[in-house]
């Protein structure tokens, strides 16, 4: 008995029959669903790293207490450089079962995943999308602390040096300033560093960096705009939530 005789009569003895045409095609468009929507997610978190890092002032890690890698440990976007490798590894498994997929090495597939990934991440941060996709998803689950709520941990701590606010009323070498908890403070300065982008006037939302003088008095060192950059430096505050 030949081999193509021993093979007719395995499939005879076992009932094996040939997998539909359909199975395979189907198979394929989920590996590409399960890419696409891998690529998706990947990018999205993207964005929002690039926003987190966007948001985070690393010039003044050296004035936190802790050491500069100990402070910037606090301000990584842990969440989403999470989800950022999961779905990267997803794309990858899903690009590797593709029809022809064996053509390519696995190192190009890993990193023709994180390269999608990357370049529309980096569109939604332009676009300004990444903030509003974090707000949304702070609003809707309730154990994630978002970008702007860790922003205000560190930068409602006057003790510490750090304080934010919107300014209420200007004058030469002071201001008044309502922080976040509704408290008002005198913020008194004198030549210290104020980019030239952000104006001092009324409803200006701030940050400060200094020390307590007194319970509401804060000599300051330097102050800048709430936003770290962008449209909306130095721009009146709309929002009063906080």
């Given at each position: 008995m030949n081999n193509f005789d021993k093979i007719l009569?395995?499939?005879e003895h076992?009932?094996?029959e040939p997998t539909p045409k359909w199975y395979f095609q189907f198979k394929n468009w989920g590996f590409w669903c399960l890419f696409a929507i891998s690529i998706l997610i990947g990018s999205?978190?993207?964005?929002?790293?690039l926003y987190s890092?966007?948001?985070?002032?690393f010039e003044l890690l050296s004035h936190f207490k802790h050491s500069k890698w100990e402070s910037l440990l606090v301000f990584l976007p842990y969440f989403w450089l999470f989800f950022l490798l999961i779905f990267t590894l997803l794309a990858f498994f899903s690009?590797?079962?593709f029809?022809?997929?064996y053509k390519f090495s696995l190192l190009s597939i890993l990193s023709l995943s994180v390269f999608l990934s990357m370049v529309i991440g980096t569109l939604c941060f332009?676009?300004?999308s990444a903030s509003f996709l974090e707000r949304k998803f702070a609003n809707q689950v309730e154990i994630y602390n978002s970008i702007?709520?860790?922003k205000l941990q560190h930068w409602m701590n006057p003790k510490a040096g750090f304080l934010a606010g919107e300014i209420i009323d200007s004058k030469i070498d002071t201001l008044l300033m309502k922080d976040f908890s509704g408290k008002e403070w005198q913020i008194i300065y004198h030549e210290i560093f104020i980019p030239p982008i952000l104006e001092l006037e009324n409803g200006i939302t701030i940050k400060v960096m200094g020390k307590i003088q007194s319970d509401n008095t804060f000599i300051a060192e330097q102050i800048r705009p709430w936003k770290a950059f962008g449209g909306q430096e130095g721009s009146k505050s709309k929002k009063k939530k906080h």
């Open positions: 009569e395995k499939i076992q009932h094996i999205m978190s993207f964005s929002i790293i890092v966007q948001q985070t002032d690009f590797k079962n029809k022809k997929a332009i676009s300004g702007e709520e860790k």
